[in-house]
């Protein structure tokens, strides 16, 4: 059960960085965390309609944003009532999403896979309300094996019940391998895409890179405020309609 997890798992005191996290700073944009709430919305329609447990966060090449997207949408997700998520650091070779928590990165997903800690070990709880956390780890040389290696499945298998979300942020797509590794064990796909940066024909190949994985939706992350209320959305975010988010 869910509550023998958070009872037995790691308790460290998390330190919330104030300046990524939109829940927690409302100077950060006005509409931010509106638009996570749309995000969350999105996707529970879609699981209407499709089996959509686990969520991999991912992005054509480093510094779209994936991480950003993976923390803020897990906390639009446990604000609403009853809704526990967790939230696992799959970027092996550069591990980031235990920053914006403040929460400690070992021991974490490469200590699990090497068969160095249980799960219990590498699942924190470090907040109130019910998000979970799996930090990266310790640093290692061989990230595509050991993700290959059926230990993540085994994990996977076994706390997915326990949550509504379970969401992993992910290495970009074109560099490595690991995101395909990931995106197989995983029901959906999320691309984040930073707004005027990242070249369009980059994106169509972050895309390729997935093919046959099931992309459930783009985030169009950091889009310019003026050019968002030009064309009637909000600031901070906007979504692929034609991909269903």
Known sequence: RFDDLRARCAHPTWHLDPNVNVFFNPNLSVHGAEQFRTLRSRLYQLRGSQSLRTLLVTSSVPGEG?????????????????????IIDADLRCSRLHLPLGAPNSPGLTDYLRGEADEMAVIQHGQEGNLCFIAGG?????????????????????VTPLFDWVILDSPPCVPVADPSILAALCD????????????????????QELQGKNIVGVVLNAVDEAGMYGSGYYQAYSYDESKGI
């Open 66 to 86: 994936k991480t950003f997207v993976t923390a803020n949408l897990a906390q639009a997700i446990v604000r609403q009532p009853d809704r526990r998520v967790l």
């Open 188 to 207: 959906g796909v999320l691309l984040v895409v930073r707004a005027g940066s990242t070249p369009s024909e980059v994106a169509q190949k972050g895309r």
């Open 138 to 158: 310790n640093e290692m040389t061989d990230p595509s094996e050991l993700l290959s290696n059926g230990r993540l499945r085994k994990l996977l298998d076994l």
